[in-house]
């Protein structure tokens, strides 16, 4: 009787090692992409791998990518890289952690895409100051937006002839790019008269 009793002590005292949740009331989970899983808890998003353990602990600044897979979109892993975003001055500002959850590149693109090959498209904000108003004490600033290619360091490796005006928006709008990674070093630009030119890198 006592075997028995203990046998059961022993096999109902492995039950949590052996079942044990990982996490708990989340409110989504997506699907795994490069061996990892973004899970939603509130406002803020994890990863979790095929282990069930929880490799990146929940945080606010993810971004989203869509899926070439399905028509939808949900945070993931590109080439060992996920998109996360930070406010600055009213307006967002892109980098990318890896797998570790470690900002490897900082946010300071106003877009960013995926890696693609190891590389990707970044817009960032030209600033020139042209001179100054003496009446009103103030700077004559020119802004404009400029597209680049960077590698997996965040080293610009091409610029994009592309700028355009640009004046900081008061709704967080996101700039679109007017370029595009169409195969392995070679891009897609569009011109201002809306005709494309196609260079390597």
């Known amino acids: 009787m006592i075997k028995k ?17 990982v996490l708990k009331n989340v409110d989504a989970i997506f699907p795994f992409h490069e061996n990892l899983a973004a ?25 989203f990518s869509k899926s070439t897979k399905k ?7 590109v080439e060992g890289k996920c998109l996360i975003k930070k406010e600055v001055n009213n307006e967002y500002r892109y980098g990318y952690i890896d797998i570790k959850g470690t900002i490897i590149i900082e946010p300071q693109y106003l877009n960013a895409t995926n890696f693609t090959d190891g590389y990707a498209m970044i817009i960032k904000p030209d600033v020139t100051t042209m001179g100054s108003n003496n ?3 103030k ?16 080293k610009i490796i091409k610029f994009l002839d592309n700028s355009r005006a640009y004046i900081p928006s008061k709704t967080k709008e996101v700039p679109k790019f007017k370029s595009k990674l169409i195969a392995p070093n ?5 011109t201002k008269n809306g005709k494309w030119n196609i260079e390597k890198f």
């Open 5 to 21: 009793m203990l046998i059961l002590f022993i096999c109902f005292g492995m039950q949590p090692l052996l079942f044990s949740q």
């Open 71 to 77: 028509n939808s979109s949900y945070p993931m892993f």
């Open 135 to 137: 009446v009103l004490g």
């Open 139 to 154: 700077k004559m600033i020119y802004s404009k937006l400029e597209e680049y290619i960077i590698d997996s360091s965040g």
């Open 186 to 190: 070679i891009v897609a630009i569009e």
């Open 39 to 63: 899970v939603k808890k509130g406002n803020e998003w994890a990863f979790i791998n095929k282990d069930g353990e929880k490799v990146i602990d929940f945080r606010s600044d993810i971004v």
